[in-house]
């Protein structure tokens, strides 16, 4: 791991550092929007070493509402996160009838190893194209022109 250099002067914290590999390799095949949710979601991950790390419990209906997305969207937008294997999904008892969903918020593969699982990754989100109404829309501009293609 690359040790980060911030520089001296004003600085702040609670602030989220954004990968580059998610836009350079990662965004063409998932999207703006699956972009957004996942910085989203990167954002209120926990952070600290311990049983809850990498965790994220975001409710969907504040997702929801704040992007103007809906629910339908959000659940293909899960999917394909989770076959680009940014996140990892868990569902808990919540005692008020419907389950809790929490996300475990993965770091981008770096490029060499993005590069060994890219043919998955594009299978996958394919497979999700061809089975769910809607979800090639929400596809990065490159794959989906692979996906007229074939």
Same mark, same amino acid.
């Given at each position: 791991m690359?040790?980060?250099?911030?520089r001296? =002067?004003n600085?702040?914290?609670?602030f989220?550092?954004?990968?580059?590999?998610?836009f350079d390799?990662?965004? =063409?095949?998932?999207?703006d929007? /699956?972009?957004l949710?996942?910085?989203f979601?990167?954002?209120?991950r926990?952070n600290r070493?311990d049983s809850?790390y =990498?965790?994220?419990?975001?409710g969907?209906k504040g997702v *929801?509402e704040?992007?103007?997305?809906?629910?339908?969207t959000?659940?293909?937008?899960?999917a394909?996160?989770k076959e /680009?294997g940014?996140?990892?999904i868990?569902?808990?008892?919540?005692?008020?009838?419907?389950?809790k969903i929490?996300?475990?918020?993965?770091?981008?593969?770096d490029r060499?190893?993005?590069?060994? /699982?890219?043919?998955?990754?594009a299978?996958a989100?394919?497979k999700i /194209?061809e089975?769910?109404e809607g *979800?090639?829309?929400?596809f990065g501009k490159?794959?989906?022109?692979k996906l007229?293609?074939?």
């Amino acid at each position: 791991m690359t040790n980060v250099f911030i520089r001296s =002067g004003n600085t702040r914290e609670n602030f989220s550092m954004v990968y580059h590999e998610l836009f350079d390799l990662y965004h =063409g095949y998932i999207g703006d929007k /699956a972009t957004l949710y996942y910085t989203f979601l990167l954002r209120y991950r926990h952070n600290r070493e311990d049983s809850e790390y =990498g965790k994220s419990w975001r409710g969907r209906k504040g997702v *929801a509402e704040k992007f103007n997305l809906s629910y339908s969207t959000l659940k293909i937008l899960d999917a394909i996160l989770k076959e /680009a294997g940014l996140v990892e999904i868990e569902t808990k008892p919540s005692g008020r009838g419907r389950d809790k969903i929490v996300y475990i918020v993965n770091d981008p593969l770096d490029r060499e190893k993005f590069r060994w /699982a890219e043919p998955k990754i594009a299978e996958a989100l394919k497979k999700i /194209a061809e089975e769910t109404e809607g *979800a090639e829309s929400l596809f990065g501009k490159e794959f989906r022109a692979k996906l007229t293609e074939a």
